[in-house]
């Protein structure tokens, strides 16, 4: 049901030296720091030829990214994305198949504008997994 792979989210300390990383370091395009206050997260994103890698790192008191960092004071993978065709659709697939979808279990507008939900890691190898319809 999944389809591409559109993102992966990577929680970073320090997203200047974060960005530098992936810009100098390994010599790919990156956008400028995006604030997303709804979301908590100032991101950057690493566009390559295949998908995106997102450097988040928290804004606000309340950051859901917030205790990932003082788990991983380091940083660390985040999430994975997959796109799906018809959100709701996925949504009553998961919970067919027997996977917890975080929250209240219906469908928000993530930081794309676009439907996402989160899916329990636990559930998944230990990854959190985002499902954004396309
Ligand atoms: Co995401």
Redesign the pocket.
Known sequence: MIGRL??I?IVVPDLDAATALYRDTLGAQVSEPLRLDEHGVTTVFVDLANTRI?LLHPLGANSPVARFLEKHPTGGM??V?YEVEDISEAKNQMILNGARVLGSGEPTI???GKP?LFLHPADFCGTLI?L?QA
């Open positions: 559109n993102h989210a997102e985040h999430h994305c993530g930081a794309h996402v985002e954004e």
